[in-house]
């Protein structure tokens, strides 16, 4: 029979050498918060009826405010331009007015694959980031100058989040609870 302690040393040399085994790439790290924002985005744009995707708040100060469709084609939009300056080449996708996309996405089905599409186009610019090119300047996709590589990645990370929180309010005013809000099932027990 096997002493405790030697149980517990096998179990931290395992426990480690998995670590270590699973320790992420800059871009896997990258990627990684990319994934989070998607599966908080792409559920809570798929939550909201087709009938209400035209749906902007009107009381108060909101006059003029996008509405959720064009928050979801918003953000789907500013992820092409980023991903896009990260990697050097020209935006794949019409931006729009005000940066809402093509005019042409005017359905919930539409949005949500614009969405889909450009998170998939993201992942692409997150993945072939390196420590060896996150910090190189590029040129500046919003103005004159340069940026470091990473600048526009994290841009990508918190724009998103952004416009998420505004899509969040929206689905509540229209007595959705946002996916990511909605309790989890309990966990079976074996």
């Not at 991903?83 to 729009?96: F, R, T």
């Not at 539409?110 to 998170?119: E, H, T």
């Not at 919003?142 to 952004?162: C, I, K, Q, V, Y």
Request: glycine share 6%; with cysteine; proline share 6%.
């Amino acid at each position: 029979m096997k002493s405790l302690a030697a149980i517990f040393v096998a179990a931290a040399l395992t426990a480690s050498a998995a670590f270590a085994a699973e320790t992420p790439s800059l871009a896997q790290m990258y990627d990684g918060q990319l994934t989070t924002a998607e599966r908080e985005i792409v559920p809570l744009a798929e939550a909201l009826p087709a009938g209400k995707y035209d749906f902007a708040p009107t009381n108060g100060e909101f006059t003029g405010v996008r509405t959720f469709r064009q928050q979801v084609t918003h953000i789907a939009t500013a992820m092409y331009r980023l991903s896009a300056a990260a990697q050097q080449v020209a935006c794949p996708v019409d931006m729009g007015k005000e940066e809402n996309g093509p005019a042409n996405i005017t359905t919930k089905d539409q949005a949500v694959q614009f969405l889909k599409d450009a998170f998939a186009y993201a992942h692409k610019a997150m993945l072939a980031t390196t420590p060896e090119n996150q910090m190189a300047m590029l040129k500046n996709a919003f103005g004159a100058g340069e940026r470091p590589r990473a600048s526009f990645l994290t841009m990508l990370l918190w724009h998103n989040f952004d416009h998420y929180g505004q899509m969040v309010e929206y689905a509540r005013m229209n007595g959705i609870v946002p996916p990511a809000s909605r309790p989890r099932p309990a966990a079976k027990k074996r």
